[in-house]
């Protein structure tokens, strides 16, 4: 079974610019969940969505939102980037809303300039 | 409001050796507590998930015991190698807020 994918696995932005990101879940798997990776800050967790509906946040402003499609695939969107959004974006998919075992994908790592 | 410590911040020790690595937490009310390696620049990669009600989960040379009523888990790794080498972060999913807290990790280096 084919683990989740992360797509882009490396993006350059400038500060003001918008940026989307993918993940595919590992089939099956109904919940994704976002976090943000920065050597300062370790893991911390931006949202999770499950059923194509969010079903929890984190401590992030509204620049960051997502959505999920019905075949599970999900997108996160970071508008405004400012060179503090420079970090490694980890989604994990699990089977079951909230607390399940989470599966995590290669990460994309964005770099706002 | 729950917070995961984890220490040392990191072990260099000879091939070989047993290890134990340290996840501690303040709040009881929790739902699982899983172990993840990471690899420079790399993803996270699930070790073992213990639920609230297991006091221990294995997998090849990997042991997790949890303990609920002093707030510790400990992550044992047999017969090092190597291969083993990289950062080891715990999380735990929290009843109050339902969502994964993170340790800061321990970084792990294993001497040939």
């Known amino acids: 079974k084919a683990g989740v994918t992360q797509t882009p696995r490396y993006l350059i932005k400038t500060r003001g610019q918008q940026v989307t990101l993918s993940c595919s879940p590992i089939?099956?798997?109904?919940?994704v969940s976002w976090y943000q990776q920065t050597p300062g800050q370790g893991l911390q967790f931006l949202f999770e969505?499950?059923?194509?509906?969010?079903?929890n946040k984190g401590n992030f402003p509204g620049r960051f939102s997502g959505r999920q499609f019905s075949n599970s695939r999900s997108e996160m969107n970071v508008s405004t980037l400012e060179l503090g959004d420079s970090a490694l974006y980890l989604c994990?998919?699990?089977?079951?809303?909230?607390?399940?075992?989470?599966?995590f994908g290669p990460g994309t790592r964005l770099t706002v300039l | 409001k729950q917070e995961v410590t984890q220490i040392p911040a990191a072990l260099s020790v000879p091939e070989g050796e047993n290890l134990v690595l340290n996840c501690s937490f303040t709040?009881?009310?929790?739902?699982?507590l899983q172990w993840f390696r990471q690899d420079p620049g790399k993803g996270l990669t699930s070790l073992l998930l213990?639920?609230?009600s297991q006091r221990e989960q294995t997998s090849g040379r990997l042991n997790a015991s949890l303990d609920k009523s002093s707030g510790r888990s400990t992550l044992y790794i047999a017969a090092s190698q190597p291969g083993d080498s990289a950062t080891y972060l715990c999380?735990?999913?929290?009843?109050?807020?339902?969502?994964?807290?993170w340790g800061a990790g321990t970084k792990l280096i294993i001497k040939p």
């Open positions: 213990i639920q609230s």
């Open positions: 994990a998919s699990s089977q079951i809303q909230g607390a399940g075992e989470q599966f």
């Open positions: 709040d009881s009310a929790i739902y699982n």
């Open positions: 089939s099956g798997h109904r919940s």
């Open positions: 969505y499950f059923s194509e509906t969010q079903r």
């Open positions: 999380a735990l999913w929290e009843s109050s807020n339902y969502q994964l807290i």
